[in-house]
């Protein structure tokens, strides 16, 4: 079946300009998690949507940075204002959270930013 | 808190020779998956191998095994007979239980392999 995806799969976009990064998880996946790589760097969490419950917002760095989700389908990444220091590769990853903690998220190939 | 350290920024090995990518952890939770992720150049990010806090057995795929040494909190990635598209990043990753917010993954911050000819 078709994985998870993300578009655009690169953005670039001048400072002080808002953008709105798009995440289609793979059907039937309950959990959507974002994270942000910047360059040469680990996955740092943003957050997670699980279902119909409360997003968890725990890992977004700034109010610029806003998520939705409506149900268990597209979930889109909001930056507003975007700063040089938002450039990075923006990962969207799914699972279907009724599998256990031994379960691999899926990931999609990202969204590339560049702020200029 | 959930945490992943990988202390090896970068990896050289030769074509059709073994390495090993370090991994330690720690978590207060009982219950835990290890993952390790490949990155290449491309940017997907690839599921290789898990292992999980209560297997006895160490996990194996292919030419992947994970070293899991519970006692001192280690989940090493073995790659045997390595080959040139085994060059990328590698990163370790763990998933807690749902208590305390562990289920959401932690990642390491990777280590860059090089596969030399």
């Known amino acids: ?116 | 808190a959930q945490k992943i350290t990988q202390t090896q920024p970068g990896m050289f090995v030769q074509e059709k020779e073994a390495v090993t990518l370090d991994c330690t952890y720690d978590t207060s939770d009982p219950s835990y998956g290890l993952f390790w992720y490949k990155q290449p150049s491309s940017g997907e990010m690839i599921f290789l191998i898990y292992q999980g806090s209560y297997d006895q057995q160490n996990a194996t795929e292919g030419r992947y095994s994970l070293n899991f040494q519970k006692a001192r909190k280690s989940a090493n990635l073995v790659i045997s007979a390595s080959q040139l598209g085994d060059s990328a990043m590698y990163f370790c990753a763990m998933r807690g239980s749902a208590s305390g917010g562990s289920y959401i993954p932690t990642f390491g911050r990777g280590t860059s392999l090089i596969v030399h000819p």
């Open chain 1, 1 to 116: 079946g078709a994985g998870v995806s993300q578009s655009p799969s690169n953005k670039v976009t001048e400072k002080g300009k808002d953008v709105e990064l798009r995440c289609d998880p793979i059907s039937g996946h309950t959990a959507l998690y974002w994270y942000r790589q910047r360059l040469g760097q680990g996955l740092e969490f943003l957050i997670y949507f699980q279902g119909n419950s409360a997003p968890d917002k725990s890992g977004l760095p700034s109010d610029r940075f806003s998520a939705e989700r409506t149900g268990e389908s597209v979930s889109t990444l909001t930056i507003q204002r975007t700063q040089q220091e938002d450039s990075a590769v923006y990962l969207c990853a799914s699972i279907n959270q009724g599998a256990s903690y031994n379960s691999p998220l899926h990931f999609g190939n990202g969204t590339r930013l560049t702020v200029t």
